[in-house]
């Protein structure tokens, strides 16, 4: 009882000691975790990392695009809109109700169809695919500051430097009298000196025809091209007439027909024509070269952007 009231023992006052000094430990980690807290947060590269990590998590927020999941097919009113104009434009009435649910529908199922084809890689490889990608984005390439009227010194020069593109062909009128080789036989050649003289001695405007024979050709042509020529006669024959003289008959001259005895009576030489005989064609031709050009300025800024490596074959 004297001992109780003496105190606690050495065991107790040893074991007091230990609790004192656990506490006064943590007390001190504390103070130093204070203090070393105090010390950064008085850092300013703390502040700058812990500023840029808040703008980078903002800006990421922020600018992330809101994104359909994969899963959803969204038919706006505006693509609605667009199904019940090209309906109306095609059948020149509006849809009804149930034939717009139809068209919804099928664009629903073209979505669908076009999204698992793509997801199975069915749009690689393939050549009309490819095309109609190349085809889009060309159209987007195209500059609209080119779509203007060209000018008439322009269309002017452009025909100058394109004359050939523009060149009227040389055109004959001409009356031809046939000779059939099937008929006539080792006698052709006699035969064609005989009839020749006697168109020759023939006043003007009798029908040459009558001593001739038959063929499904016309025994006369106005205007007709040197293409024209080359391609119902050949090109041996158009030859012959080019340097013939007008109006006199001459002869024979073969085709694949056989022979014939020809009177050119008029000629129109090979001509460049004026700017007002093709003025449409000149400025379809120029606009279509001036987006040509912004094309390949286009393409040639896209090819710099890869590295192009040809594999060719060993010679």
């Known amino acids: 009882m004297d001992r109780l009231r003496r105190g606690p023992s050495r065991r107790d006052s040893a074991a007091g000691h230990g609790d004192d000094a656990h506490r006064a430990g943590l007390l001190l980690a504390d103070l ?24 980078f998590g903002l800006h990421r ?12 097919i969204v038919v706006s009113r505006g693509r609605i809109d667009n199904l019940k104009q090209t309906f109306t434009q095609t059948w020149q009435r509006a849809p009804t109700e149930s034939e717009l649910e139809g ?18 890689g069915l749009d690689r490889d393939d050549t009309v695919v490819r095309r109609r990608l190349r085809q889009k ?6 500059d609209p ?7 008439e010194p322009e269309l002017e020069r452009y025909l100058e430097e394109n004359a050939a593109e523009y060149r009227v062909e040389s055109r004959l009128s ?3 009298v046939f000779l059939d080789p099937g008929k006539r036989g080792p006698e052709l050649e006699a035969d064609a000196a005989r009839l020749l003289a006697e168109l020759r001695a023939q006043p003007d405007g009798a029908d040459p025809v009558s001593g001739g024979d038959s063929l499904m050709l016309s025994p006369r042509y ?33 085709s694949g027909y056989g022979a014939h005895l020809v009177r050119v009576e008029s000629r129109e030489a090979e001509r460049t ?37 040809v594999e060719r074959a060993d010679p």
Not at 137 to 142: I, W
Not at 281 to 297: I, K, P, T
Request: glycine share 6%.
């Open 61 to 72: 927020w922020v600018s992330a695009p809101a994104r359909e999941p994969a899963s959803e």
């Open 273 to 309: 024509p004026e700017l007002a005989e093709v003025r449409d064609a000149v400025a379809r031709d120029l606009e279509a070269r001036r987006r040509q050009e912004g094309l390949d300025a286009q393409y040639q800024a896209l090819r710099e952007r890869y590295l192009i490596r």
């Open 145 to 151: 500051s080119l779509a203007g009227e060209p000018t």
């Open 103 to 120: 068209l919804v529908e099928d664009h629903i199922r073209d979505e669908a169809l076009y999204r698992e084809a793509v997801a199975l």
């Open 222 to 254: 106005e205007n007709a091209s040197a293409s024209e020529l080359v391609r119902l006669f050949g090109a041996e024959f158009e030859t012959a007439l080019r340097g013939a003289p007008v109006g006199e008959w001459f002869g024979p001259v073969t």
């Open 32 to 55: 130093v975790h204070a203090v070393n807290a105090r010390r950064l947060a008085g850092e300013p590269l703390l502040h700058f990392l812990l500023l840029g990590a808040a703008l």
């Open 174 to 176: 001409f009356s031809q």
């Open 137 to 142: 984005l060309e159209f987007l390439f195209e």
